[in-house]
């Protein structure tokens, strides 16, 4: 495959935060050189400022590089690297769980919401961050006379003041808030607008919250409308939505109670109208042709306990039961599961809408030649044998005693149909006045050649103990093969259910390790099943649902919340797999780094650790847990290590307890006979660096009674 060219336009080194003002000044106007439109470019200049500022604050320094990628479109690319110790928490930043000690922590999440291109990668010897844009249509082609003369126009830029760039910054925003409240403005007359003329198409509007993919052959006026409203309305309202979350995320500072709940609303409001905008935008895509099938292994079971909790709102205040069944002997289906579910749930909430009481039943089972039968069967009025074509066209709606208060587009079988016909298969009706109606949909059950199985095994050089993972995310199971490199276990890896079937049909793990959460969907009802498969041992449920109560009433052993630190990993598969608990260390120490660093290395000498971020709470975990031994900072909050030495050796659940004294303070020689006569043994931090580091820290251990 022949890799795309690539153009340098311009690179920097962050030195001093001048460099960082600068780094923003020339994004601004390389964009606007390429043919960035205003906005654009703020956004741009925005995320650059964003991530040279972390290169510099976090890594000392660092550089940044502006490209253009060749391509279908052409991509806007900004690279900025450092070689500072990496990102140690990435997966807890990018999942917006992390605060920093400057209250912000936002730099990445909000560089990566502003940009649709990006990708970074940390290690210890540095971080790259790639963020970019692709380029507007309207924007003159790269080639390469065509960076010589960017080359030209770049380097004839004068670099601004620093203050001046902060004012044009300062300006660049009472700009966009002045655009903004025009906007807000213009919104709402057009609102009115709707709502006095038109009232047809809001109800429109509303009902195609759910519907996805376009209409092709469609009236003259609706093609008009649909293309003056993409000019009219899609780019204000995505720039309202954008700049609303830009304000909100605070990054060019506070807002007051006042102006967050105003930019709340125009948020709220710039989110609605987008989402009927795009509905229909996209039913002009189906019409076109140009929609993309992504077909993959999923179960029907997993499908219908997802519609049933999607569907269950629609059915308080109706006395209706809303029933699933499938065949359990039903093998997973390789299609469109989000076209699927689409159909699916289009034909439910039509079954619904025109059943007063009684039930809807939904059923699916394998036919002849390769097929699954989906079937959507009511007690509802039904349909008259000369409508039941007629529902199938775009805007019709019959006639009828419940259609007069049940709101609807004329939008949703048409599409049903449609969609089914593009996964392969049909959807049909068959019904008669007060009898009920069913609808059928038959689809292929493999839609498409499978992929070939992503599933990872390593090998750690030894025929340890298999331990099996099911996770979706590749971040996270390079985590896990980094964190269980150094053991003697045998890892596999499996992205999906399907894939963990498969090699359950072929391995016996001595452990599982499973998400949560798989493909947006929950998979703790796994663990029943894997009775199925023949096998018996322990669950582990790592999860960013932090519900240790599921997990454990699901059938599992153990449960922890991601992100899971590598030590607890490594102390928790061990302790499964052998079946007995490890000595267990507490490190009491308010240092994250230091704590991190010593109990990696202590884990790897077969301990299992607890922490404890002051005094107070060492003393709590020393009496619940009664560790095998103390690592004690002296310097800490609250409570200071002599003082937690002398409350635990007063304490007779506790008197026994080994203490070692790890820290950085210098001791006088009567602080050094204060703390051997409580019996403790002084490591210090400075031995922890040391080339002989591993030695000490046996001998220290040693002398505290453990073996290692």
Same mark, same amino acid.
Request: charged share 25%; aromatic share 6%.
């Given at each position: 495959?022949?890799?795309? !060219?690539?153009?340098?336009?311009?690179?920097?080194?962050?030195?001093?935060?001048?460099?960082?003002?600068?780094?923003?000044?020339?994004?601004?106007?390389?964009?606007?050189?390429?043919?960035?439109?205003?906005?654009?470019?703020?956004?741009?200049?925005?995320?650059?400022?964003?991530?040279?500022?972390?290169?510099?604050?976090?890594?000392?320094?660092?550089?940044?590089?502006?490209?253009?990628?060749? $391509?279908?479109?052409?991509?806007?690319?900004?690279?900025?690297?450092?070689?500072?110790?990496?990102?140690?928490?990435?997966?807890?930043?990018?999942?917006?769980?992390?605060?920093?000690?400057?209250?912000?922590?936002?730099?990445?999440?909000?560089?990566?919401? @502003?940009?649709?291109?990006?990708?970074?990668?940390?290690?210890?010897?540095?971080?790259?961050?790639?963020?970019?844009?692709?380029?507007?249509?309207?924007? !003159?082609?790269?080639?390469?006379?065509?960076?010589? =003369?960017?080359?030209?126009?770049?380097?004839?830029?004068?670099?601004?003041?620093?203050?001046?760039?902060?004012?044009?910054?300062? !300006?660049?925003?009472?700009?966009?808030?002045?655009?903004?409240?025009?906007?807000?403005?213009?919104?709402? +007359?057009?609102? !009115?607008?709707?709502?006095?003329?038109?009232?047809?198409?809001?109800?429109?509007?509303?009902?195609?919250?759910?519907?996805? #993919?376009? =209409?092709?052959? *469609?009236?003259?006026?609706?093609?008009?409308?649909?293309?003056?409203?993409?000019?009219?309305?899609?780019?204000?309202?995505?720039?309202?939505?954008?700049?609303?979350?830009?304000?909100?995320?605070?990054?060019?500072?506070?807002?007051?109670?006042?102006?967050?709940?105003?930019?709340?609303?125009?948020?709220?409001?710039?989110?609605?109208?987008?989402?009927?905008?795009?509905?229909? @935008?996209?039913?002009?895509?189906?019409?076109?042709?140009?929609?993309?099938?992504?077909?993959?292994?999923?179960?029907?079971?997993?499908?219908? $306990?997802?519609?049933?909790?999607?569907?269950?709102?629609?059915?308080?205040?109706?006395?209706?039961?809303?029933?699933?069944? &499938?065949?359990?002997?039903?093998?997973?289906?390789?299609?469109?599961?989000?076209?699927?579910?689409?159909? =699916?749930?289009?034909?439910?909430?039509n079954a619904i809408k025109f059943t007063r009481r009684g039930y809807v039943r939904v059923t699916a089972?394998?036919?002849?030649? #390769?097929?699954?039968?989906?079937?959507?069967?009511?007690?509802?009025?039904?349909?008259?044998?000369?409508?039941?074509?007629?529902?199938?066209?775009?805007?019709?709606?019959?006639?009828?005693?419940?259609?007069?208060?049940?709101?609807?587009?004329?939008?949703?079988?048409?599409?049903?149909?449609?969609?089914?016909?593009?996964? $392969?298969?049909?959807?049909?009706?068959?019904?008669?006045?007060?009898?009920?109606?069913?609808?059928?949909?038959?689809?292929?059950?493999? =839609?498409?050649?499978?992929?070939?199985?992503?599933?990872?095994? &390593?090998?750690?050089?030894?025929?340890?103990?298999?331990?099996?993972?099911?996770? #979706?995310?590749? +971040?996270? *199971?390079?985590?896990?093969?980094?964190?269980?490199?150094?053991?003697?276990?045998?890892?596999?890896?499996?992205?999906?259910?399907?894939?963990?079937?498969?090699?359950?049909?072929?391995?016996?793990?001595?452990?599982?390790?499973?998400?949560?959460?798989?493909?947006?969907?929950?998979?703790?009802?796994? *663990?029943?099943?894997?009775?199925?498969?023949?096998?018996?041992?322990?669950?582990?449920?790592?999860?960013?649902?932090?519900?240790?109560?599921?997990?454990?009433?699901?059938?599992?052993?153990?449960?922890?919340?991601?992100?899971?630190?590598?030590?607890?990993?490594?102390?928790?598969?061990?302790?499964?797999?052998?079946?007995?608990?490890?000595? %267990?260390?507490?490190?009491?120490?308010?240092?994250?780094?230091?704590?991190?660093?010593?109990?990696?290395?202590?884990?790897?000498?077969?301990?299992?650790?607890?922490?404890?971020?002051?005094?107070?709470?060492?003393?709590?975990?020393?009496?619940?847990?009664?560790?095998?031994?103390?690592?004690?900072?002296?310097?800490?909050?609250?409570?200071?290590?002599?003082?937690?030495?002398?409350?635990?050796?007063?304490?007779?659940?506790?008197?026994?307890?080994?203490?070692?004294?790890?820290?950085?303070?210098?001791?006088? %020689?009567?602080?050094?006979?204060?703390?051997?006569?409580?019996?403790?043994?002084?490591?210090?931090?400075?031995?922890?660096?040391?080339? +002989?580091?591993? #030695?000490?820290?046996?001998?220290?251990?040693?002398?505290?009674?453990?073996?290692?």
């Open positions: 495959m022949v890799e795309p !060219q690539i153009w340098s336009i311009y690179s920097l080194r962050l030195r001093n935060e001048r460099h960082v003002v600068h780094a923003r000044q020339k994004a601004r106007e390389v964009s606007g050189l390429l043919g960035f439109d205003h906005q654009v470019q703020i956004r741009l200049a925005t995320a650059v400022s964003e991530l040279a500022r972390n290169a510099f604050r976090y890594a000392t320094g660092g550089a940044v590089e502006f490209l253009v990628r060749d $391509g279908t479109p052409q991509v806007f690319m900004v690279v900025v690297t450092d070689s500072g110790p990496g990102i140690e928490n990435l997966q807890q930043i990018l999942d917006g769980q992390y605060v920093s000690k400057t209250g912000l922590g936002k730099g990445i999440v909000g560089t990566k919401r @502003l940009l649709e291109h990006f990708q970074i990668s940390t290690s210890a010897s540095g971080t790259r961050v790639e963020a970019g844009k692709s380029m507007p249509s309207a924007a !003159q082609h790269i080639d390469s006379n065509r960076i010589k =003369l960017l080359l030209h126009q770049v380097a004839s830029l004068s670099p601004a003041d620093p203050f001046d760039e902060i004012e044009r910054q300062n !300006q660049e925003l009472v700009k966009t808030l002045s655009e903004l409240r025009e906007q807000q403005e213009a919104l709402a +007359e057009l609102n !009115q607008e709707l709502e006095d003329t038109n009232r047809g198409v809001v109800a429109l509007y509303a009902e195609l919250d759910q519907r996805a #993919d376009d =209409l092709r052959r *469609i009236s003259d006026l609706k093609t008009s409308f649909l293309s003056n409203l993409s000019h009219e309305f899609r780019t204000p309202l995505n720039s309202i939505s954008s700049l609303s979350q830009l304000l909100l995320s605070r990054a060019d500072g506070e807002l007051s109670v006042e102006q967050e709940k105003q930019v709340s609303y125009i948020q709220r409001s710039a989110s609605e109208l987008s989402e009927m905008v795009n509905d229909l @935008l996209d039913l002009a895509k189906v019409e076109a042709g140009k929609i993309d099938v992504k077909s993959r292994f999923f179960e029907v079971q997993e499908l219908f $306990g997802a519609l049933r909790g999607m569907l269950k709102p629609l059915l308080v205040g109706n006395s209706l039961d809303l029933i699933f069944e &499938v065949n359990a002997d039903l093998a997973p289906l390789y299609s469109d599961e989000g076209k699927i579910s689409q159909i =699916l749930r289009n034909l439910i909430s089972e394998a036919a002849p030649n #390769d097929l699954v039968v989906f079937r959507v069967s009511d007690t509802g009025i039904g349909i008259s044998s000369e409508d039941q074509k007629r529902i199938f066209e775009e805007f019709v709606q019959v006639e009828g005693e419940l259609q007069a208060r049940v709101k609807g587009t004329g939008l949703g079988l048409p599409l049903s149909r449609r969609l089914a016909e593009l996964l $392969g298969g049909t959807l049909e009706v068959e019904s008669s006045p007060g009898a009920g109606s069913m609808f059928t949909v038959t689809l292929p059950m493999h =839609l498409g050649e499978p992929a070939a199985l992503s599933t990872n095994q &390593v090998d750690s050089g030894t025929s340890g103990a298999t331990v099996l993972f099911i996770e #979706d995310n590749r +971040e996270t *199971i390079f985590v896990y093969e980094s964190s269980m490199k150094n053991t003697n276990y045998r890892l596999i890896f499996a992205c999906n259910l399907f894939e963990a079937r498969t090699i359950l049909k072929q391995e016996t793990p001595a452990l599982i390790v499973l998400d949560r959460l798989i493909d947006q969907i929950d998979s703790l009802h796994f *663990i029943g099943e894997l009775k199925s498969f023949g096998y018996s041992g322990p669950v582990m449920v790592v999860s960013i649902v932090d519900d240790a109560k599921a997990a454990l009433d699901a059938g599992a052993i153990a449960f922890f919340a991601k992100p899971i630190p590598p030590f607890a990993l490594m102390n928790a598969i061990r302790e499964l797999i052998e079946g007995q608990a490890s000595q %267990s260390i507490l490190l009491a120490e308010d240092d994250e780094v230091t704590r991190y660093l010593l109990a990696e290395t202590l884990t790897k000498l077969g301990f299992r650790i607890l922490e404890a971020r002051n005094g107070r709470e060492a003393l709590r975990i020393t009496r619940d847990q009664a560790p095998d031994a103390v690592f004690l900072d002296l310097v800490m909050p609250d409570h200071n290590g002599f003082e937690v030495l002398r409350e635990m050796r007063n304490n007779p659940s506790t008197r026994d307890i080994p203490v070692v004294i790890h820290s950085s303070k210098g001791l006088s %020689s009567a602080e050094i006979d204060l703390l051997t006569s409580a019996g403790a043994v002084i490591y210090p931090k400075e031995a922890f660096g040391s080339p +002989e580091s591993v #030695d000490r820290l046996h001998q220290a251990l040693s002398a505290a009674g453990l073996e290692t």
